[in-house]
């Protein structure tokens, strides 16, 4: 498609059908175009990405630089190229992990209120799982109500994320063999804050200069977000807004409404979104909107809050990463809705062009040309409400609405505890029928399938392809953040889609009942995924290490800085896992080769770099392969046709 810029140039953009394989999306992209808005398919056709700086070997932390180095030219201070990769490495795994444990610290806070009956709206709703963590911290619960038991565990909490020395607690979640891997290595993580501190330092000019030693500090820092600050977050939000459990809801753009207000929520932290769910359901502003000649209030969710909310309420999903300037471009959202992490600068630019008003909540995230009301817990139903009227007030105002048609049902809710009850079965919740499964063949093992969208890759289509071609291959997958989205709208999410799966996986979840790709909620969830994996282990029969198990990770369409923390998070848990867009220290032969092999030795896992999925995806399973080698469960099992007997045994084994 030709285009002419702002200086009269004509500039060539690849067509909308060639950037995404989303309907709805590339319908939006040219509606975008027609209306004068720009959106990051235009952009990133105008920017040519800087090889130094995706590569890893742009080095701007002092100001004898920048400096590009090279095999052959070392920075001013003599810095090479692997100090200079592995620097900016951990520096993305440092920003990454502060974005996690920032968004548990702001849950715990308001835990501790809620705990303490100061905040309006939010309360401790998940007994089981409050007991079951104070267990995990050695809280002694006799004679204690809830609030009493929660109050001491968010004050454990809270101390956790600055803990300067020993160990954090909840590393007890990970296999024995596990645990002493870590304490060996000297990479057992303290709290999420000290480590990221400590990473800013050792990167600092003239500090850690030993590649390896930067690294493994790196392997550490992830930890304390993985099984620290991501952890804490998804617990701690469990008991206060509820654990998971399997529910049904849509997603694409199609969920927006022509005749109903829409606000839409975008961001990370479910604490405002929650209390937006309930002002949405209000009698009074239902009441409201309908005198504004709307039918009603339609909230629906982008990015991770919307994973948030989908996982506990059903709220409807708009779309992912790279659909939120193309909601506003339908000229349908009244409000949108944002907090903190992987909110495009461009949206109030895009908004002009329509009626939309882009709200911003956090102190932490402002953007010029937003309108700024502030969130604090205390008052968070008022400000919710108030939000809602805005968006009401706003409904008369739109102009040129299109919202495309497509929209498709998706099951949503699997937490660590569905998986254990959805395969266990009702009177035996646990792993052991997902570990024979594994054992017996029929599941040849699972892959988590991660992260964000990037405008540098065909969007949507990298995740879809790939998860097809691993279901097709008998592997389960477990996906999170954007990339669930991204297979959600691809019909992936549903029980149906099993008749994309291999035999073994099919029969697997046609008889309990399960979609092959079960979403586990947002990438701070991708906690979920690491008890997942070490319940498999706990369970028996693969090994005694994660980094045994028949099972790996990826995240094919990755962008943000915490891609790279719960990656190398995973890494350093013993899992194989794959990049795809590029590689971020991929200027650095001896540092890709130390993240792609020679890390194997520390941590039982490693990195792998492949932008293509179906060639992804083929690693993927030769990795699973050879776990299931190791572990003597190679050999395939003659195929039987299942009787009624058969099949019920099956289900209760
Ligand atoms: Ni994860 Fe969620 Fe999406 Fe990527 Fe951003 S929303 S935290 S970082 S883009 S998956």
Not at 212 to 224: F, M, T
Request: net charge neutral.
């Amino acid at each position: 498609m030709k285009k002419q810029n702002e200086n009269g140039e004509n500039k060539f953009y690849p067509a909308a059908s060639e950037q995404t394989s989303c309907t709805a999306s590339a319908k939006m992209i040219n509606k975008a175009k027609k209306d004068g808005a720009e959106t990051a398919f235009d952009r990133v056709a105008s920017l040519k990405s800087c090889s130094f700086g995706s590569g890893g070997t742009c080095c701007r932390i002092c100001s004898m630089g920048p400096c590009r180095v090279t095999e052959t030219r070392t920075g001013v201070c003599g810095a090479t190229t692997s100090t200079v990769a592995a620097r900016n490495f951990v520096r993305m795994i440092a920003a990454g992990a502060a974005a996690h444990s920032d968004h548990a610290r702001e849950v715990i806070f308001t835990f501790i209120a809620a705990a303490k009956g100061e905040v309006p709206g939010y309360e401790i709703k998940d007994d089981t799982k409050l007991h079951a963590l104070a267990k995990t911290f050695d809280i002694n619960v006799e004679g204690k109500d809830k609030n009493q038991i929660a109050l001491e565990l968010g004050e454990r909490a809270l101390a956790e994320m600055s803990k300067q020395q020993g160990e954090i607690t909840l590393v007890k979640q990970a296999p024995k063999k596990r645990q002493e891997r870590w304490r060996e290595e000297g990479i057992s993580p303290r709290g999420v804050d000290r480590e990221i501190v400590e990473t800013m330092h050792r990167t600092h000019m003239g500090v850690d200069q030993d590649y390896k030693n930067i690294l493994l500090h790196g392997c550490r820092a992830s930890l304390a977000d993985g099984w620290g600050g991501s952890m804490l977050a998804t617990e701690l939000q469990d008991i206060m807004f509820g654990t998971p459990i399997p529910i049904r809801a849509k997603v694409n753009l199609g969920v927006l409404k022509e005749d109903e207000v829409n606000i839409i929520v975008h961001g990370h932290e479910p604490l405002l979104s929650e209390m937006i769910v309930a002002a949405t359901r209000d009698p009074e502003l239902v009441e409201q909107a309908k005198e504004a000649g709307a039918k009603g209030i339609n909230l629906a969710g982008i990015c991770c809050t919307a994973n948030e909310i989908l996982m506990r309420k059903g709220i409807p999903v708009a779309g992912n990463f790279l659909q939120q300037e193309l909601a506003i471009c339908t000229g349908a959202v009244d409000a949108m809705v944002v907090d903190v992490q992987c909110i495009m600068q461009s949206l109030p630019t895009v908004a002009q062009c329509y009626h939309t008003e882009i709200i911003t909540t956090s102190s932490k995230g402002k953007i010029l040309g937003a309108t700024h009301m502030e969130f604090d817990h205390h008052n968070a139903i008022e400000t919710a409400k108030n939000i809602v009227k805005r968006a009401i007030k706003n409904y008369p105002k739109r102009r040129k609405v299109d919202i495309p048609k497509e929209e498709i049902e998706l099951v949503a809710g699997f937490s660590h505890e569905t998986i254990n009850y959805m395969l266990g079965g009702r009177f035996r919740a646990s792993y052991r029928p997902l570990n024979d499964n594994i054992i017996n063949g029929r599941i040849k093992g699972v892959v988590g399938v991660v992260g964000c969208n990037n405008p540098r890759v065909k969007h949507d289509y990298v995740h879809t392809t790939l998860v097809k071609e691993l279901i097709a291959n008998n592997i389960l997958v477990l996906v999170t953040g954007c990339a669930a989205i991204s297979c959600a709208k691809e019909g992936l999410l549903i029980p149906e889609a099993a008749e994309l799966a291999g035999a073994g996986l099919r029969e697997v979840c046609e008889a309990v009942g399960i979609p092959p790709v079960l979403h586990c909620g947002s990438c701070v969830d991708n906690s979920r995924i690491l008890v997942a994996v070490s319940e498999i282990v706990k369970e028996g029969g693969l090994g005694e290490d994660i980094s045994e198990i028949p099972a790996a990770g990826c995240a094919p369409e990755w962008m943000s800085e915490k891609a790279v923390a719960i990656g190398q998070y995973f890494v350093s848990s013993g899992a194989v896992v794959g990049f795809g867009v590029s590689f971020p220290t991929a200027n650095s032969e001896i540092i890709s080769d130390y993240l792609f092999k020679e890390i194997e030795e520390t941590t039982g896992g490693k990195w792998f770099y492949e932008p293509d999925p179906v060639k992804m995806a083929k690693i993927l399973i030769e990795n699973i392969d050879k776990r299931r080698k190791a572990l003597g469960i190679d050999r395939e099992k003659e195929r039987v046709l299942y009787d009624m007997e058969m099949r019920r045994e099956l289900e209760i084994v």
